[in-house]
């Protein structure tokens, strides 16, 4: 069984920033396939966010995220980032970690091809 935990949201003003991040327990780190950011805001659905291969050598972002949110992990800690820059109210939400279970050449960002969940941290953004 795997458990993924969340760290690092909390308030800021727009044009902030902010670093989440997750640890992953209960298997080794050659358990895990591609790693991923979602985030659910309020009445909305969840979406993608970010996602990076086992390697580290593939990134997927939303286009609503990229060239501000940078995504890395580190294998040796079973740890994954986001590093969030420039941040808009719009990116007020919850925000999960996921881990997909297989092995990819490129990160998913369909939510159903992840296998485990972190409980969420917020992140609320005010103008």
């Known amino acids: 069984q795997v458990q993924l935990a969340e760290s690092g949201g909390g308030s800021v003003q727009a044009g902030g920033s902010l670093r989440l991040s997750c640890v992953g327990s209960?298997?080794?780190?050659?358990?895990?396939?591609?790693m991923g950011w979602f985030r659910q805001a309020p009445g909305k659905e969840r979406e993608f966010v970010a996602a990076?291969?086992?390697?580290?050598?593939?990134?997927n972002y939303a286009n609503s995220v990229k060239g501000r949110f940078t995504i890395s992990r580190d294998n040796a800690k079973n740890m994954v980032y986001l590093q969030m820059n420039s941040l808009k109210p719009e990116d007020t939400a919850v925000y999960y970690c996921?881990?997909?279970?297989?092995?990819?050449?490129?990160?998913?960002?369909?939510?159903?091809?992840?296998?485990?969940w972190g409980q969420g941290t917020q992140v609320t953004v005010s103008s």
């Open positions: 996921a881990a997909d279970a297989s092995s990819r050449w490129f990160p998913p960002d369909d939510p159903d091809e992840y296998d485990y």
């Open positions: 209960g298997r080794t780190r050659s358990s895990y396939g591609s």
């Open positions: 990076i291969t086992w390697s580290g050598g593939g990134e």
